[in-house]
Nanobody
C-alpha cells in the first residue's frame, strides 16, 4: 500500500517562500516518478512539477524559475521549493507517486 502525506503548507506573504514535503510510505518510492499538482478554488487542477525516478525534473513554462522539485530516496520524501510566491499561487497542492497514488493535499495561501 502506497500512502502520501504532504506537509509544509500555510500562509505566506507575496514574495515569500515555502517548501512542501511529500513522504511516501512503502518500498516503491525509488522507482516512482513524483509529481506535484495544484488546484485553486473554481479552477481546474494544474500540473506544477515532476521529478522522475532517475532524478530528471520537468516543469510547465509557468513554473520555471520559481519552483524546484527534488527528492531524497533515503527518506522516501519529495520536496517542492516555492520561491517568489504570488497570490495566484494560492491553491491546494497535491503530490503524486506514479500514475495511481495521490496525497490528500495541503493548503498554500499567498497574501498580497
Amino acid at each position: 500500500q502506497v500512502q502520501l502525506v504532504e506537509s509544509g503548507g500555510g500562509l505566506v506573504q507575496a514574495g515569500g517562500s515555502l517548501r512542501l514535503s511529500c513522504v511516501v510510505s512503502g518500498s516503491l518510492f525509488n522507482i516512482l516518478d513524483i509529481g506535484w499538482h495544484r488546484q485553486a478554488p473554481g479552477k481546474a487542477r494544474e500540473w506544477v512539477a515532476t521529478i522522475t525516478s532517475a532524478g530528471n525534473t520537468r516543469y510547465p513554462d509557468s513554473g520555471k524559475g520559481r519552483f524546484t522539485v527534488s527528492r531524497d530516496n533515503a527518506k522516501n520524501t519529495a520536496y517542492l521549493q516555492m520561491n517568489s510566491l504570488k497570490p495566484e499561487d494560492t491553491a491546494v497542492y497535491f503530490c503524486t507517486a506514479g500514475r495511481s497514488y495521490w496525497g490528500q493535499g495541503i493548503q498554500v495561501t499567498v497574501s498580497s
